[in-house]
C-alpha cells in the first residue's frame, strides 16, 4: 500500500501565481518529508524539506507546510515561473529507519 | 552534485536474461540506493546499502538483487529479466548526515 500519496497528477497554473502541491501519508511514524523536483530525463533534486517538529518552512519563493494531526503536507511556489515546470515527488522518512517513501508525483505545468 | 553516474544509461534486453546495472558515486556517501520509476506508482525503494557488503531489501525486492564491494560502487542484478521489470532505475545516495538525497540520471531498461 502506498504510505506517501499525492492524489493530484498534474496541476496548471499561470505565471506569477501560487502553486500548491499537496502530499499525504498514513504512517505516524514518519517525522522528516521532502519535496524533489524532477526534469524529464534527469534524476530528481532535493528542493525543501521539513522536520516533524516544526509545522512550515521556507526557502526564497518555496514554503513547506505540515499538519501532523492531518497527515498532510504542501509545498507552495510563490510566484510560480516557467522553469518550476517539473514533477514534484514528496516523500518521506522516519528517523528509525533508513527508507524513504515517495509519493507518485504531480506534474506542475506553469503557464507563461 | 554528488557525482553520481549509472550505466548502462539505456539498455534493451530479452526475457530470461541477467541484467547488471551499475551506480557510481564520488562522495564517499555511506548509503546508496537503487529505485525503480513507473507510472501511477512514483519512485519505489528496491534495495539499499548502509555500507560495504550491508544491504537491505525495500518495498520491491523480488527478483533483484544488489552487491556493494566498495564504497564507491553498487550494483543492481536483475536474475532473470521479465517485461515488468521495464522501468527507469534510480540510484541515490546520501551520506546520512542529512536526509537529502542525491539522485543519479537514472537507467532506462527495456525487457523484451
Known amino acids: 500500500d502506498q504510505q506517501v500519496k499525492q492524489n493530484s497528477p498534474s496541476l496548471s497554473v499561470q505565471e506569477g501565481r501560487i502553486s500548491i502541491l499537496n502530499c499525504d501519508y498514513t504512517?505516524?511514524?514518519?517525522?522528516?518529508f521532502l519535496w524533489y523536483k524532477k526534469y524529464p530525463a534527469e534524476g530528481p533534486t532535493f528542493l525543501i524539506s521539513i522536520s516533524s517538529i516544526k509545522d512550515k518552512n521556507e526557502d526564497g519563493r518555496f514554503t513547506v507546510f505540515l499538519n501532523k494531526s492531518a497527515k498532510h503536507l504542501s509545498l507552495h511556489i510563490v510566484p510560480s515561473q516557467p522553469g518550476d515546470s517539473a514533477v514534484y515527488f514528496c516523500a518521506a522518512s522516519a528517523r528509525t529507519g533508513n527508507q524513504f517513501y515517495f509519493g507518485t508525483g504531480t506534474s506542475l505545468t506553469v503557464i507563461p | 552534485d554528488a557525482g553520481i553516474t549509472q550505466s548502462p544509461r539505456h539498455k534493451v534486453t530479452e526475457t530470461g536474461t541477467p541484467v547488471t546495472l551499475r551506480c557510481h558515486q564520488t562522495e564517499n556517501h555511506r548509503y546508496m540506493y537503487w529505485y525503480r520509476q513507473d507510472p501511477g506508482h512514483g519512485l519505489r525503494l528496491i534495495h539499499y546499502s548502509y555500507g560495504v557488503k550491508d544491504t537491505d531489501k525495500g518495498e520491491v525486492s523480488d527478483g533483484y538483487s544488489v552487491s556493494r564491494s566498495k564504497t564507491e560502487d553498487f550494483l543492481l542484478t536483475l536474475e532473470s529479466a521479465t517485461s515488468s521489470q521495464t522501468s527507469v532505475y534510480f540510484c541515490a545516495t546520501t551520506d546520512g548526515s542529512s536526509y537529502e538525497q542525491y539522485f543519479g540520471p537514472g537507467t532506462r531498461l527495456t525487457v523484451t
Open positions: 504512517n505516524s511514524m514518519f517525522d522528516y
